[in-house]
């Protein structure tokens, strides 16, 4: 399909549909510069497609009440992509959303996508980022492996379970939280420093109250 093509299916398409033709959904083109690294798929396979980026943008494992409940397991392990970084090479018009905020099926961001076939989780799609879980990725070699590997926990006041693994663990979202258990002491200190520098500088600024 030309620009000519693309640019008449989108003006005939409804606006229902509008996000066919929008990343993460719309197919690059083979002389687009995308560079397939990684292929993955769903557990029936309807759904299957590929990654350019090397590493993604960051790793977690996730606590809160959502995830454990949509996955129906302990935790959620996420890598963050663009949403450039994916192209589908097949079922992607195929897929099922949830809403677990207004418990809407609408494509309505932020929202769960999943394979309506086999409902395997696919990703969360965010109104700018992409999470992808990693269990659908070909990790081929322990290198691969070892980019995908969770950076930190997140929401780790909400665990069903502990993970003694060393990683830093947040109560909520990273960075806006606590540090909590056994989160590495060193980054427990720079962390209480950043809180220190944050409140002498509001403390200049007269803003201590």
């Given at each position: 399909?030309?620009?000519?093509?693309?640019?008449?299916?989108?003006?005939?398409?409804?606006?229902?549909?509008?996000?066919?033709?929008?990343?993460?959904?719309?197919?690059?083109?083979?002389?687009?510069?995308?560079?397939?690294?990684?292929?993955?798929?769903?557990?029936?396979?309807?759904?299957?497609?590929?990654?350019?980026?090397?590493?993604?943008?960051?790793?977690?494992?996730?606590?809160?009440?959502?995830?454990?409940?949509?996955?129906?397991?302990?935790?959620?392990?996420?890598?963050?992509?663009?949403?450039?970084?994916?192209?589908?090479?097949?079922?992607?018009?195929?897929?099922?959303?949830?809403?677990?905020?207004?418990?809407?099926?609408?494509?309505?961001?932020?929202?769960?996508?999943?394979?309506?076939?086999?409902?395997?989780?696919?990703?969360?799609?965010?109104?700018?980022?992409?999470?992808?879980?990693?269990?659908?990725?070909?990790?081929?070699?322990?290198?691969?492996?070892?980019?995908?590997?969770?950076?930190?926990?997140?929401?780790?006041?909400?665990?069903?379970?502990?993970?003694?693994?060393?990683?830093?663990?947040?109560?909520?979202?990273?960075?806006?939280?606590?540090?909590?258990?056994?989160?590495?002491?060193?980054?427990?200190?720079?962390?209480?420093?950043?809180?220190?520098?944050?409140?002498?500088?509001?403390f200049a600024k007269g803003e201590n109250k």
């Open positions: 399909m030309d620009e000519a093509q693309l640019d008449k299916a989108k003006q005939e398409t409804p606006s229902s549909g509008q996000w066919k033709f929008r990343p993460p959904y719309r197919m690059h083109e083979p002389n687009e510069n995308f560079k397939a690294l990684y292929e993955a798929s769903c557990h029936c396979g309807k759904v299957k497609f590929q990654l350019s980026r090397e590493e993604p943008l960051d790793s977690k494992l996730c606590h809160c009440t959502t995830c454990q409940t949509q996955h129906a397991a302990p935790f959620q392990w996420a890598a963050i992509f663009h949403k450039e970084d994916i192209n589908f090479l097949h079922g992607h018009h195929d897929l099922e959303w949830y809403d677990p905020t207004e418990k809407s099926i609408e494509h309505k961001l932020p929202c769960k996508v999943r394979c309506s076939f086999c409902h395997s989780p696919i990703m969360d799609e965010g109104r700018n980022m992409i999470l992808l879980f990693p269990s659908l990725v070909h990790l081929k070699t322990d290198e691969a492996k070892a980019k995908f590997k969770p950076r930190c926990h997140m929401f780790y006041g909400q665990r069903v379970m502990d993970i003694p693994d060393g990683l830093p663990k947040w109560s909520g979202i990273n960075e806006e939280s606590d540090l909590i258990e056994d989160s590495p002491p060193e980054l427990v200190k720079e962390r209480e420093r950043k809180r220190e520098n944050e409140r002498a500088e509001k």
